[in-house]
């Protein structure tokens, strides 16, 4: 996100500052290097571009051998930017790496950027947008599903995190089962996280999660093993239910030494208990790490065989593969599923999250996303602030877990280009700024955390952000009534069907991106439609007016009053001032009716390099065209402008700040 | 010889059939086992279900020349015959004995290694279009000519029509385009000097800064370090003054003395001053055969270490080579001041591959449907890459002579690269590549039949068959091929030749693996979002109008006027 300069807090500035090109090294730009309290900013001499990267965004500062132009220092981001800057001045170079140890390692939540005062979110969100913070409630989708029934109802057992911290104050549970068995339940898992309700198919079968079971080699809990027996009697369809433990079974076993473990198949009555084997959390990053070197060595020809050994790719096939496998539990053999791994807060995450999503055509509506996120990871727990390293604390917790779910709901939507309601550009964005800590809502680790933190009241919601900028988000190839986007997605999970991410772990890269993004165009098209609908519908407007005037001047009034009345309430149905019918002849004039005329260019520019403010468009960037002057314009830009109602109806249009000062709408 | 002395059992009934098919539902591969006769014709192995009340019949026809293999699996209590056809689809036929199994196995050996050109299947076939004289034609020098000099005057270039019979390089066209100064007699002269009697060609002329792309055939030193003064004056006589020549020899340095000890050789620096010649490896064709077997075998067997497999094919590895060096020469071409000479050993195959790429991001014209056209009959048919030759075998096959060797696939590849990294500036779409695909290995029509235009006139092919051109230019076909988003984009194009950058062509090598369906949806809604577009502008358009007359009706009426308000 850019903001302008003069708005920024300033600490330092670095002249004489050259930044590498990351495709060929040869290439060097100069520039200046401003440093703020928030931000490094770079900006280009030549070419004015402007690089702002957020401290908190920053994964590693690394200062290379010194070279005859001066100190390079390799700045690597979590959103795979890397920039090599070369810094003329040693002195400088120490300068900047002080000053962003000291700015970009908070270790108190309160240091984070979301609690600080954001005069540029404050703008965007607060005038056009009311604070919709609340855009979740546990109940009402919970409600969705048709719960409670008589078979599912809601419990107020944790309403104080009392029995598990890291689960949401409201659980949904089965109907038949008393409070003393769920309490018994907890106590028998990991951290207290009991199997509750994730998702009701509406076949009657459902997805239940939990933690493993502290059973270590002979342990039971005659409660945990008749809570399973009540989930598996809220569906009538199926005699038996599946335990999956998303694990490698070794891992499993492992755990049995410390007490922890996995169900034992004779103690519990008609389950059949699968491992399927999802790495841990250190197998992924260390694996990311591979991958994102892999991906910048870009002149590296041996790139395939490189992606081979990160077995990246392998990993997200095992996360889908397991979702596959609930889905078909679940829907095909109309059979519950409970999903564990060790705490349940990462690989039950994934999977749960993804298996729903596959399920259920509402979660792939950008709404019903923001729900999935909010129940399945937010509520239940994944661990944001660890896995996303938001605070300068332990290495080891952090882990792409998160971004893994990212990558396979583009993996889906790679191969189900109709079923989304949102684009790629969603997913890039959402990635972001989960390690942005621009926004509260993936600050913390659980809900208790949280509400401890005040995010709700301290911070601006990410969801409220995005829905500011949705039509960056939009997918325009959304069919929601074909067959693919209403049924049950079924990936194909075979390695040639799943691709290396290329606008994400190369997003800054332009010169690997395509030059021509195929679905920029295409929204670009369905925008351009929709406003040139619009148009169309003032100039009828206009023309029945005129029609109007023209008759009334021809003919006998007497004739026409009665015909006129009719002809008014049509034309005018949107005008609000009954007064204003009436002295409508006067209203219109030479003037107004060129204004409308010209409301809009028939021949937006499809293709620029540049916004007209210079800023160079890259893959990533996210672009506008003003419907006035069909000019395309970059984020920066489009914030600046305004969205304008259509005179026709109360559709917005957007019109860029040079249309709008000239035009003054 | 006859077709029905190939065929010893024109039915043989009980067989079984096994493919794979997709399930949409389900979204993946299904085994179908089909039960019924199987029948051979001429040209064609016809599989009839048997009729059944449930199912109604189904038919299989596989034309004989795109069986790329066959492989006969008979046990004591299976007589199996595996087909692997030319664009990947495999078929399993279960026959009821041994002797059906072999007799039918021998057959199709026959029938699907036919080497006669005149026995081929365009010969044969009764397409529904009709011989259209105007598409056989649709391609000539002059056009070219034209297109490159508007103004023939000042043109330093001049059509020769020297090889008229076909008699100074076999695989020439009749007419080229060569410098002006230079008469007949030199151009025989240095055909003689040339391999195939290859003599340089003018290929491509970039306007905008009149440098051009030559291409020949490589220069017949030997050992004995020959010199032809009327080859080294063409290539003086062609480099205005200014400008850098380049000789591309897409040959590696290292086997150059080879190519010298087998009478081949290179454009030496003392005797060609002006050009300075730079080496660059390609694969050669036979080495692309290889390369290409191993892609279609790591998309057939892909379990294990696919990517691995991938990189190891080299397809990769050429496609990058071949945009590369493309990139270069138009990078020269366009910003800088080179003109270039291309030359591999006999010009028939990278040379062709490079000129018409670096062609495509110089040139505007050819990524439309029509000057795309003009580029495959140019670069390619006229240019006498033997197709005949090399797509005799797909991937699965091979001859003994090893002539075989995919370099038209590789283009085709390399041009959709461009089309996913230039989504709006193709005017055609991939559909249109995988149809060339198709045709180039089997096909209903003529154009692809022979090795070079000598051949083809002595085949008839214009007048005996159907242009596949006549077939893309039905009206209803077209539409199938034309790139919906296509603007017109002046400019050269840039493209990325990163291995991040590159992607595997799913819709060709994976075509009978996936599930193209979602993808088609996707195609689909954007050609409706297209015309939807389209159709609100006209309406626009025609409300503007109406707007504007009511208007002057209006102050012509004196019932509307600016100082109204």
């Known amino acids: 996100m850019k903001l302008d300069l003069e708005e920024s807090n300033v600490i330092t500035k670095i002249e004489n500052v050259q930044l590498e090109d990351r495709s060929n090294s040869k290439i060097k730009t100069a520039g200046l290097l401003y440093l703020t309290i928030s931000h490094l900013v770079f900006i280009e001499t030549n070419s004015k571009r402007e690089i702002w990267i957020y401290y908190s965004l920053i994964n590693s500062i690394e200062k290379l051998p010194l070279s005859i132009n001066g100190s390079p220092i390799l700045i690597r981001t979590k959103h795979f930017l890397n920039c090599l800057f070369i810094i003329s001045k040693e002195r400088d170079c120490q300068t900047l790496v002080q000053v962003l140890n000291q700015y970009s390692r908070p270790t108190k939540y309160h240091e984070l950027l979301c609690f600080r005062e954001n005069s540029h979110l404050k703008k965007l969100l607060d005038s056009t947008h009311k604070n919709n913070q609340q855009i979740y409630h546990l109940e009402s989708e919970y409600a969705r599903m048709g719960l409670p029934n008589n078979k599912w109802t809601m419990t107020n057992l944790n309403s104080d995190y009392q029995i598990c911290d890291t689960y949401p104050n409201v659980l949904f549970v089965p109907a038949s089962v008393e409070d003393k068995i769920l309490q018994s339940s907890a106590n028998f898992r990991s951290r207290g996280r009991l199997p509750v309700l994730s998702y009701l198919h509406p076949n009657g079968a459902s997805l239940t999660r939990c933690s493993q079971p502290l059973s270590g080699f002979n342990g039971r809990c005659d409660e945990d093993e008749q809570l399973l027996q009540h989930i598996l009697m809220t569906n009538e369809n199926s005699k038996f239910m599946y335990v999956v433990d998303t694990r490698p079974k070794i891992n499993a076993m492992a755990n049995k030494a410390q007490g922890k473990g996995y169900e034992n198949e004779t103690n519990y009555k008609n389950i059949q208990f699968h491992f399927i084997g999802i790495e841990n959390i250190h197998v992924m990053r260390n694996s990311l790490d591979k991958l994102v070197k892999c991906a910048d060595s870009s002149s590296n020809s041996s790139f395939l065989t490189e992606l081979e050994k990160t077995e990246w790719l392998k990993h997200i096939k095992a996360i889908i593969d397991t979702s596959v496998f609930l889905v078909e539990a679940i829907n095909d053999q109309n059979t519950s599923v409970l999903v564990h791994c060790s705490d349940g807060w990462d690989r039950t995450a994934q999977t749960c999250a993804l298996a729903s999503l596959l399920l259920d055509p509402y979660y792939r509506s950008i709404h019903g996303f923001q729900v999935l996120i909010e129940k399945e990871w937010l509520l239940f727990g994944h661990k944001f602030s660890h896995r996303c390293g938001h605070l300068f604390e332990n290495d080891k917790e952090i882990s792409p877990i998160f971004s893994q779910f990212l990558e396979c709901v583009w993996q889906l939507q790679l191969q189900f280009p109709c079923a989304f309601e949102f684009n790629e550009t969603y997913l890039i964005k959402l990635h972001e700024h989960v390690y942005s800590c621009q926004f509260g809502t993936f600050i913390g680790n659980c809900q208790k955390e949280r509400n401890d933190l005040k995010i709700n009241e301290l911070t601006y919601s990410l969801w409220d952000y995005f829905q500011s900028k949705i039509y960056d988000f939009i997918n325009p190839l959304y069919i929601p009534n074909s067959f693919y986007s209403n049924s049950v997605l079924r990936p194909d999970t075979r390695i040639f069907s799943l691709k290396f991410w290329r606008s994400l772990y190369n997003r800054f890269d332009s010169a690997i991106n395509p030059s021509e993004k195929l679905i920029d165009s295409v929204s670009m098209l369905s925008y351009n439609t929709s406003s040139l609908q619009e148009y169309s519908k003032l100039l009828e407007k206009r023309c029945a007016q005129l029609k109007k005037l023209i008759q009334l001047n021809k003919n006998d009034e007497n004739v026409l009053i009665d015909l006129s009345e009719d002809d008014f309430e049509k034309i005018e149905i949107s005008d609000k001032n009954e007064n204003e019918k009436k002295s409508f002849e006067k209203k219109l004039t030479l003037d107004e009716i060129s204004i409308d005329f010209n409301s809009i260019d028939l021949n937006w520019k499809s293709t620029r390099k540049n916004c007209v403010c210079y800023e160079p468009f890259d893959f990533a960037s996210s672009k506008l065209n003003c419907s006035r002057c069909g000019e395309i314009l970059c984020e920066r830009c489009v914030e600046n402008g305004k969205y304008v109602s259509s005179s026709a109806s109360n559709k917005l249009i957007f019109v860029c700040k040079n249309c709008v000062d000239q035009f003054r709408l | ?565």
């Open chain 2, 1 to 565: 010889m006859d077709f029905m002395d190939l065929i010893e059992m024109p039915r043989v009934d009980n067989v079984k059939v096994y493919r794979q098919i997709q399930n949409y539902e389900l979204n993946q591969l299904v085994t179908q086992k089909l039960f019924g006769s199987l029948n051979l014709t001429s040209h064609h192995l016809i599989f009839i279900t048997q009729t059944d009340l449930q199912k109604p019949r189904e038919e299989i026809w596989i034309v004989h020349s795109s069986i790329d293999s066959l492989e006969k699996n008979v046990t004591e209590a299976k007589f199996q015959l595996m087909i692997k056809c030319k664009n990947f689809q495999i078929y399993f036929v279960d026959f009821p004995t041994a002797y059906c199994c072999n007799s039918i196995h021998k057959s199709l050996e026959s029938l699907s290694n036919l080497t006669t050109e005149n026995m081929k299947l365009p010969f044969f076939c009764q397409t529904i279009s009709k011989i259209n004289q105007e598409d056989w034609n649709f391609y000539s020098i002059e056009k070219s000519y034209k297109r490159f000099f508007p103004n023939e005057d000042s043109s330093e270039w001049r059509i020769s029509e020297i090889n008229n019979d076909f008699k100074i390089s076999p695989s020439y066209p009749k007419k080229v385009i060569v410098p002006k100064n230079i008469d007949d007699q030199a151009l025989i002269k240095s055909s003689q000097f040339r391999s195939m009697g290859r003599f340089p060609i003018l290929s491509y002329y970039h306007k905008k800064t009149n440098s051009f792309i030559l291409r020949s055939g490589q220069p017949l030193l030997g050992s004995s370090n020959k010199r032809c003064k009327e080859d080294e004056l063409i290539l003086k006589c062609a480099l205005p003054k200014g400008k850098q020549g380049y000789v591309y020899d897409l040959r590696d340095a290292s086997i150059l003395k080879t190519a010298v000890s087998k009478g081949g050789g290179y454009e030496t620096e003392v005797n060609y001053p002006l050009w300075k010649r730079i080496n660059k490896h390609m694969d050669r064709f036979d080495q692309l055969h290889i390369s290409y077997s191993k892609l279609i075998d790591a998309c057939i067997n892909s379990s294990t270490q696919f990517f691995y497999k991938l990189d190891t094919s080299a397809w990769f590895y050429n496609i990058r080579q071949a945009l590369y060096l493309s990139f270069l020469i138009a990078d020269e071409i366009h910003n800088k001041n080179g003109c270039f000479l291309i030359h591999g050993w006999d010009g028939l195959d990278n040379t062709l591959l490079i000129s018409s790429l670096a062609q495509i991001l110089l040139d505007p014209e050819s990524r439309t449907l029509d000057g795309f056209i003009d580029l495959i009959e140019k670069e390619w048919l006229h240019a006498g890459h033997p197709f005949s030759k090399r797509y005799f075998k797909s991937a699965f096959g091979t001859t003994p002579q090893k002539q075989e060797g995919p370099v038209f696939v590789l283009f085709l590849d390399c041009v959709r690269q461009l089309c996913e990294q230039f989504c709006l500036s193709f005017e055609f779409n991939e559909d249109f590549l995988i149809m060339l695909f198709d045709n180039l290995y089997t096909s209903e029509y003529g154009t692809f039949l022979g090795n070079n235009q000598n051949e083809r006139e002595q085949l008839l092919v214009s007048s005996r068959t159907v242009s596949l051109w006549t077939y893309v230019k039905n009206e209803e076909n077209i539409k199938k091929f034309i790139n919906p988003l296509y603007k017109i984009n002046d400019d050269v194009i840039w493209p990325s030749i990163f291995t991040q950058s590159l992607s595997l062509w799913s819709n060709l090598f994976l075509r009978f693996q996936i599930n193209s369906k979602p993808n088609d949806e996707a195609k689909k809604e954007i050609v409706k979002l297209v015309e939807t577009n389209l159709q609100v502008k006209i309406k626009v358009e025609k409300l503007r109008n109406e707007l504007l007359e009511l208007q002057k009706e209006a102050i012509d009426a004196g019932v509307l006027n600016s100082e109204n308000y």
